[in-house]
């Protein structure tokens, strides 16, 4: 009698599992939810985990597992070696058919044995689903406390479930022969960006649940561009071509590798830690350097630079890890190209974005003001609006601490997106309270315009802010927008596109540090700018009579245009003077006043 209820407990658990097929669900859903069924249907059942892919991989371990005993799986990895070859689950696959486990006689488990005895199996099955003419086949293997438990339930449910689950797999198999356009890159042939998003959330998901690690290798051709240009895109193309050859030569069969835009490539490496992704990446950096195509009588070399992340060491979530390989990648093509940079090198920048994200996250960003007075007057016209981060004990993080680590990790338009919205929404409780409507000035960092969505949001939150104070301003609006030149070099037309809507809105233009770089005039000729910021450094030297008749050649121009000359910097009386003389209109330093956090009177 209790080898017939226990008969009939595993017919419903399956029974059960087969219903989502009905409900076209994906194979991984319905083998999971026959894994959960049968743990769940018996307490003899200690064990049940699954497998979905190709048979041949280098190695197979559980996808998913379920029961009391499930910690046993952590350690399942059967590659290709012949002991291995020789185990049930192996067989089981290679044979199509199902393979009983014996736990205490069969030789071909000799080496789970002590393990398995360890958590109370006494017996298992290995039962196979899937097309054996097929590459993508599954597997679901159980263990029970129990002997003689398969001999006494019979075969028959669990035929029937590898029979249905066969079915569903080769629907599966068509679906995704349709989805698999959209996941390919079709130069290449390679995962686009959005198919290894999907393996990366994967691999992250399983390493954190088995306390395993795994890398990721993004590299990017060195002078493309040039070489692109130069011989034309038919040839570029082909370059492409032998370097994807190259990788997947190089990479293993566990390992996955796409084409993540351009001429960058990322590849993730399963169960790998940052010694074994070092050894991988040198020797893709190697095979690449010596790669070359034959033009007419030319050799055309070409090479890679190469960034490292590892988890758990170098982030804990897919997207720090994605940051950190960008910036390790950023890091070596800074240092000379043609090498690999491993992320650990740039702790100190991750730990500080890493407060930075959250500070973010608890609202410990927070905007700081400094005032800008008229030089003539003395009087404030004006305040920068500055960036400070709240530590979790309590100190406050100065931006000249923080924003090279936030531009490193391209977190910039982050920072951006919270001072400016928190300052529109400050300067509209200002006018709305009956306060004079002080001129605002934020940054807006290239890193931002990158970022369309949060741009079209500060342009709504700007619409919004306008009428909640209720008091009509006039055409020109309180907040000065600050592109810093240094980081604007590019199209000036897109920057142009981006900031017309906060144009025509009334926000004004300024660009800050000028005379820092080489592409100021060519701003001053394409971009409506209203205000000009004199670089520190020069405003520093200003007493020495070179640098002078710069400072008062920078005057000129803004008279001559009509723009509002600010200096930056101004740390004592004779500064100002000096900058007075030279009919500089504003200014801002220490001199006047140190920034001081929104609502908080002291100084920092």
């Given at each position: 009698m209790e080898a017939v209820q226990e008969k009939l407990s595993i017919y419903k658990a399956l029974l059960i599992a087969t219903k989502s097929l009905a409900q076209e669900n994906t194979p991984d859903e319905v083998l999971r939810a026959a894994c959960d069924a049968l743990v769940a249907a018996s307490e003899r059942i200690c064990l049940a985990w699954m497998y979905l892919g190709n048979p041949e991989s280098e190695t197979i371990r559980p996808s998913y597992s379920v029961g009391n005993a499930s910690e046993y799986a952590l350690n399942v990895a059967l590659d290709l070696s012949p002991e291995m070859?020789?185990?049930?689950?192996?067989?089981a696959l290679t044979k199509n058919e199902p393979v009983f486990i014996k736990v205490n006689s069969d030789p071909s488990f000799a080496l789970w044995r002590e393990n398995a005895l360890r958590y109370g199996f006494q017996e298992g099955l290995a039962l196979p689903i899937g097309d054996p003419s097929n590459p993508f086949r599954a597997l679901v293997v159980i263990f029970t406390d129990t002997e003689n438990y398969f001999e006494m339930i019979g075969m028959e449910p669990f035929v029937a479930f590898a029979q249905l689950a066969t079915v569903a797999l080769h629907q599966a198999r068509m679906k995704i022969s349709l989805e698999t356009r959209a996941s390919i890159d079709p130069l290449t042939g390679l995962l686009n960006r959005r198919a290894l998003h999907e393996i990366i959330n994967r691999e992250h998901a399983y390493a954190k649940r088995t306390a395993k690690h795994f890398s990721m290798i993004l590299f990017d051709l060195d002078r493309f561009k040039m070489l692109n240009d130069n011989y034309g895109h038919d040839f570029g193309d082909d370059i492409l071509l032998g370097i994807s050859k190259i990788a997947l030569e190089t990479l293993r069969t566990t390992d996955w590798l796409s084409r993540?835009?351009?001429?960058?490539?990322?590849?993730?490496?399963?169960?790998?830690?940052?010694?074994?992704?070092?050894?991988?990446?040198?020797?893709?950096?190697q095979k690449i350097e010596n790669f070359s195509i034959q033009l007419n009588t030319q050799e055309i070399n070409t090479s890679a630079s190469i960034g490292i992340a590892s988890y758990p060491r170098d982030g804990d979530t897919p997207e720090f890890l994605l940051k950190a390989a960008?910036?390790?990648l950023y890091e070596a093509k800074k240092t000379g190209r043609n090498c690999v940079v491993e992320a650990k090198d740039k702790r100190e920048v991750y730990s500080i974005a890493s407060k930075l994200t959250s500070a973010i996250a608890a609202n410990k960003l927070v905007p700081a003001s400094q005032m800008i007075v008229d030089l003539k007057t003395g009087k404030q016209v004006a305040e920068e609006v500055l960036a400070r981060l709240i530590d979790e004990a309590g100190n406050v993080i100065t931006a000249t601490d923080f924003i090279a680590a936030a531009m490193e990790l391209q977190l910039t338009h982050m920072v951006d997106y919270q001072i400016i919205k928190q300052t529109m929404h400050r300067c509209a409780l200002n006018v709305a309270a009956g306060g004079f409507p002080l001129v605002h000035f934020v940054n807006i960092s290239a890193d931002l315009l990158l970022h369309q969505s949060l741009i079209q949001e500060l342009f709504a939150e700007a619409q919004a802010a306008c009428l909640s104070c209720g008091v009509d301003v006039g055409p020109v609006k309180p907040i000065v927008l600050e592109i810093t030149e240094r980081q604007l070099l590019g199209d000036i037309s897109a920057v142009k596109a981006k900031l017309a809507p906060f144009i025509d809105f009334g926000m004004r233009l300024a660009i800050d540090d000028f005379g820092s770089g080489y592409s100021s005039f060519q701003y001053l000729a394409d971009l409506p700018v209203s205000f000009l910021k004199i670089e520190g450094s020069l405003v520093k030297q200003v007493k020495e009579k070179r640098v002078r008749q710069i400072?008062?050649?920078?005057?000129?121009?803004?008279?001559?245009?009509?723009?509002?000359?600010?200096?930056?910097?101004?740390?004592?009386?004779?500064?100002?003077?000096?900058?007075?003389?030279?009919?500089?209109?504003?200014?801002?330093?220490?001199?006047?006043?140190?920034?001081?956090?929104?609502?908080?009177?002291?100084?920092?």
């Open positions: 070859m020789k185990c049930p689950s192996r067989r993540w835009g351009g001429e960058e490539f990322l590849a993730i490496l399963p169960d790998t830690d940052e010694n074994g992704a070092l050894k991988i990446a040198e020797r893709l950096r960008d910036a390790a400072v008062k050649r920078i005057s000129d121009i803004s008279k001559d245009l009509q723009l509002v000359s600010i200096a930056e910097f101004v740390e004592d009386a004779e500064t100002a003077d000096i900058l007075c003389d030279l009919e500089i209109d504003w200014a801002q330093g220490y001199f006047f006043g140190r920034p001081v956090l929104a609502n908080l009177p002291p100084p920092i």
